[in-house]
């Protein structure tokens, strides 16, 4: 699987924009791009894929450069929930596929 | 959306002794699961992978015959700590794996289980 580069840590105020950039400048055609979060000793969460085309769902907005080789997950209104560490992972889809988890950047959000 | 569970959510065991951790897949069925392990300020790693019917697939540096899996039913995966050592002491986390349909497109999720933080003395 390719690997990704995210920022160790990042800070974002209450209500503002999150935005978390990672690099997978490596990427193969046929690998999507994930977005899983972790809360503090707990499992993750899947929040967001996509493949080239950027994508919303009720969590977050994913977008993908043309080229493929960089993505940003986009939270619109951060709360104090969303404080977490949030790892960007490229993987194929087929139900054996492993998700090899970088360090992930962890995102503070402050009142 | 898909829930899994693991029990024990935390367990503390003398050295030497085994700890068996259990992944259920409560509302859907999961041929494929997957163990992880977490140290304290690192992230996940990747064990092995659980096939039912069939022998796990472990990653390189992985111990099969310390970290026994047996993945016997669609819904349940075990992992057996053999002869628990205080190094084992970590953060387990299994997934299990489905295949979503959406607007046309089929992707695989993962669906991680809430962890068992193991503790050996």
């Known amino acids: 699987d390719a690997k990704t580069t995210q920022p160790t840590s990042m800070d974002c105020a209450e209500g503002r924009a999150a935005n978390l950039p990672c690099n997978h400048s490596t990427i193969s055609g046929n690998e999507y791009v994930y977005w899983y979060r972790q809360i503090h000793s707990q499992g993750p969460q899947y929040i967001i894929h996509?493949?080239?085309n950027n994508e919303t769902n009720e969590m977050a907005s994913l977008i993908i450069t043309e080229d493929r080789k960089s993505s940003t997950l986009i939270l619109p209104h951060a709360t104090l929930r969303d404080t977490a560490v949030y790892y960007c992972i490229v993987s194929s889809t087929g139900t054996a596929s492993k998700l090899t988890f970088g360090t992930g950047t962890r995102l503070q959000v402050t009142l | 959306g898909a829930v899994v569970s693991q029990h024990p959510s935390r367990v503390i065991c003398k050295s030497g002794t085994s700890v068996k951790i259990e992944c259920r897949s409560l509302d859907f069925q999961a041929t494929t699961m997957f163990w992880y392990r977490q140290f304290p300020k690192q992230s996940l790693m990747l064990m092995a992978t659980s096939n039912e019917g069939s022998k796990a697939t472990y990653e390189q540096g992985v111990e099969k015959d310390k970290f026994l899996i047996n993945h016997a039913s669609l819904t349940l995966s075990t992992l057996t700590v053999t002869s628990a050592h205080p190094e084992d002491s970590s953060f387990y986390i299994c997934?299990?794996?489905?295949?979503?349909?959406?607007?046309?497109?089929?992707?695989?999720?993962?669906?991680f289980g809430p962890g068992t933080r193991l503790t050996v003395l």
């Open positions: 997934s299990a794996s489905s295949n979503r349909l959406a607007g046309g497109q089929s992707w695989n999720e993962q669906f």
């Open positions: 996509g493949l080239k």
